[in-house]
Structure formats: structure tokens, C-alpha cells
């Protein structure tokens, strides 16, 4: 009994983490972004790859108080032509607006 407790609570925390990073808003307007924006670069796993957006699952990102979590990032015109597999390990860079996250690199790590 414990241990379907303890999966369902395990179930519903990643559900409210992946609910979270889908419910953030996306408008990646460049001209909105500050001029000495915090960049942030972490790793992570593909997910899922669309035409407009790429998911990403990472660890915790202390600096932001989030918990580990999987996160759409819409593709900036620059990464969109360079689609990668689901289950691809990247590093990924990005930066807050004063509306979203902004994706800034997506480079695969060879592993």
C-alpha cells in the first residue's frame, strides 16, 4: 500500500512539473529581451521535437528555484533546421524575458 502511495505522489509531481513548464508562457520576442540578461546553460534529454518547439527534460535549476522537470522551448529560427531524436542528451542555454524563457543554444553531447 505504501509503495502505491508513494508512486502515485511521485505520478503527481511530475505531472504538476510538466503541467507548470507548459502552462509558462513562450513569446520569445527578441526586442523584449534585456540587454544584460542572466543566461543560464544546463543539460538535459530531447523529449520531443516539433516544428516549433523542442522539449527538453532537466534536473533541478537551483539558481531558479524549479524543480527537475520536462519543459517546451519554442525553436528559434536558428536551431529549427537542426531537428534531433527523442532521447538525444544536449546542452541547452537560455535566458529570461520579461514574458518567457528564451532557448539560446541546443548543442548534442556525445555520450
Avoid: C
Avoid at 502511495?5 to 507548459?22: K, M, R, V
Avoid at 540578461?37 to 523542442?54: C, N, P
Wanted: no cysteine; net charge neutral.
Amino acid at each position: 500500500m505504501r509503495a502505491i502511495l508513494n508512486l502515485t505522489l511521485f505520478s503527481l509531481f511530475f505531472i504538476s512539473a510538466y503541467s507548470f513548464a507548459d502552462a509558462m508562457p513562450m513569446d520569445h520576442d527578441h526586442n523584449a529581451m534585456q540587454q544584460n540578461a542572466q543566461i543560464y546553460t544546463f543539460e538535459g534529454v530531447i523529449t520531443q521535437w516539433q516544428s516549433d518547439r523542442v522539449g527538453i527534460s532537466h534536473h533541478a535549476i537551483p539558481a531558479l528555484k524549479w524543480p527537475a522537470m520536462t519543459m517546451n522551448f519554442r525553436l528559434p529560427p536558428q536551431i529549427t533546421a537542426n531537428a534531433l531524436p527523442a532521447g538525444t542528451p544536449v546542452a541547452f542555454s537560455f535566458v529570461k524575458t520579461d514574458t518567457a524563457y528564451q532557448l539560446q543554444t541546443l548543442t548534442p553531447l556525445n555520450r
